[in-house]
């Protein structure tokens, strides 16, 4: 399962997002997965528990928004909507071969992070 | 207080990054790199066997094997004179392109026209990774089921060449062709599909012809 990996890179990219913050703990992370970026989410959320269970960032909360695919026709200039799991690339009304717009995503958005009160004293 | 802090990341930006410093050497180089991925068994490196048995006498060819454990098919493919790399993944589902470029460090290739990437056996997980590729072959043999590209479509979607392959058992199982050609027209429109068999050498010469005609449609594209 990749989304192991995946979790990996998310904190990793956390962790360097908060390296000039002290010691702390990450809070929430909030990520978007595009539904053809081949990332399940309760998996990636599964992994991310497994991940940082043992860590300073066990507890933490990985919250993902799922982004479907935008499918646009050009002919019936109408964006076709389709039943979940679907990926059909042509309009189910005329035939024509639809346009994908987004669902690639596979971002980490934003966080929140909690300064080591006990740090900040010793420091103040 | 929690403090919260906009990110704004491709969480895959650092395999984003090889795969674009992978892509520009292999650009430079005039090599076409082709990704091979599907379900274990499916016949990735029979298929790489046959394809080099047909095209080592006019092209340079080398070979990156991916697998979890073993150097075995590195090895049949160096038993045809291929210069090949074993990456082995250690319980890895997918090579990344970091793998890649450190292999390719390693291994030292000389310049080659194709670059063959075999990742490991696997429907689902390589399709997140660019490993710096012209294009993905998905393969698909006739004794895993028609069903295969609705169940897996992501790979499907992305893959510009589908392969079935072991065509010669078509006579001894249910496999509904024209149902997975249906399958992959709708999930991929600009996709190519080829039905091949390495044991009887059916749509080897087809599969190798295109392999042909990308490799010279990326070297008059350079200049
Ligand atoms: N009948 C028949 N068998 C084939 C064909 N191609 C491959 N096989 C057999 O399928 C089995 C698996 O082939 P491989 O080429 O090792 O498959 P692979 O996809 O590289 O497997 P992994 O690397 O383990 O994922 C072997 O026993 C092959 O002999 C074919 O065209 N026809
Ligand atoms: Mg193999
Ligand atoms: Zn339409």
Redesign the interface.
């Known amino acids: 399962?990749?989304e192991l990996?995946?979790a990996h890179?998310?904190l990793?990219?956390?962790r360097q997002?908060?390296a000039g913050?002290g010691p702390g703990r990450l809070?929430t992370v909030r990520?978007a997965v595009g539904e053809?970026?081949?990332?399940e989410p309760d998996l990636l959320c599964f992994a991310w528990e497994a991940l940082t269970a043992e860590g300073p960032d066990a507890g933490s909360r990985l919250d993902v928004e799922w982004r479907p695919a935008r499918q646009h026709c050009p002919a019936c200039d109408a964006d076709k909507p389709r039943s979940a799991?679907s990926?059909?690339?042509?309009c189910p009304d005329c035939g024509a071969?639809l346009e994908v717009d987004g669902g690639d995503e596979?971002?980490?958005?934003?966080?929140?992070?909690?300064?080591d009160e006990k740090d900040e004293a010793t420091h103040a | 207080?929690?403090?919260?802090?906009?990110?704004?990341?491709?969480?895959?930006?650092?395999?984003e990054a090889a795969a674009k410093l992978l892509r520009g050497r292999a650009e430079a180089n005039g090599t076409l790199v082709t990704n091979l991925i599907s379900s274990p068994g499916s016949g990735k490196t029979t298929l790489l066997e046959a394809t080099v048995r047909t095209l080592a006498s006019r092209l340079r060819v080398a070979v990156i094997e991916g697998d979890i454990a073993t150097e075995r098919d590195a090895e049949r493919l160096r038993a045809l004179g291929v210069p090949a790399h074993q990456i082995l993944t250690g319980g890895?589902?997918?090579l990344?392109a970091r793998q890649v470029d450190a292999a390719l460090q390693l291994a030292a290739f000389p310049l080659v026209d194709l670059l063959f990437i075999e990742n490991v056996g696997n429907l689902?997980?390589p399709?997140?990774?660019d490993l710096g590729e012209d294009f993905k072959v998905v393969l698909l043999s006739v004794t895993e089921g028609e069903d295969k590209p609705f169940k897996y479509?992501?790979?499907f979607?992305?893959a510009a060449v589908t392969v079935i392959t072991k065509s010669d058992l078509l006579p001894h199982v249910t496999f509904d062709l024209d149902a997975v050609r249906r399958q992959v027209?709708?999930?991929?429109?600009?996709g190519r599909l080829l039905v091949t068999s390495a044991r009887s050498g059916d749509g080897i010469g087809d599969w190798c012809g295109l392999l042909e005609e990308r490799l010279a449609a990326k070297r008059s594209a350079r200049t």
């Open positions: 399962m990749h990996s995946i890179e998310i990793r990219t956390c997002a908060v913050h809070e990520v053809l970026s081949a990332v799991g990926w059909l690339r042509v071969v596979l971002d980490v958005l934003q966080l929140t992070f909690v300064p | 207080m929690p403090e919260t802090i906009d990110v704004k990341q491709r969480i895959l930006a650092a395999n890895a589902c997918h990344d689902i997980c399709t997140s990774y479509p992501a790979i979607a992305k027209a709708s999930l991929n429109p600009d």
